[in-house]
């Protein structure tokens, strides 16, 4: 996936221009690294994050999954005392 690094963000591979430009800053795309390695290097300091930063999830996606596995227990208890009445 194409990393802008003056957005900060990643882009679609259909979403770059013809000639692999940003289409919101017009960088050229870091198309090297993916989103499953190690994010790029950062452009200067007090970038804020820490050894966590390098998992493949973003953190809003894995509490994400969270509270639905939370909530899917949460019927199965409810589901089991309904058919033990
Ligand atoms: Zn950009």
């Not at 430009?21 to 452009?43: F, I, Q």
Request: aromatic share 10%; net charge positive.
């Amino acid at each position: 996936m194409p990393w802008c690094g003056g957005c900060e963000r990643w882009w679609a591979p259909n979403a770059a221009t013809r000639d692999g430009r940003c289409p919101a800053c017009g960088r050229r795309l870091d198309r090297r690294v993916t989103a499953g390695s190690h994010r790029p290097a950062r452009t200067g300091p007090g970038g804020g994050a820490g050894p966590e930063d390098d998992v493949g999830f973003p953190w809003h996606l894995k509490l994400l999954a969270a509270a639905v596995a939370v909530y899917l227990v949460w019927r199965v208890v409810q589901l089991i005392a309904w058919a033990a009445r």
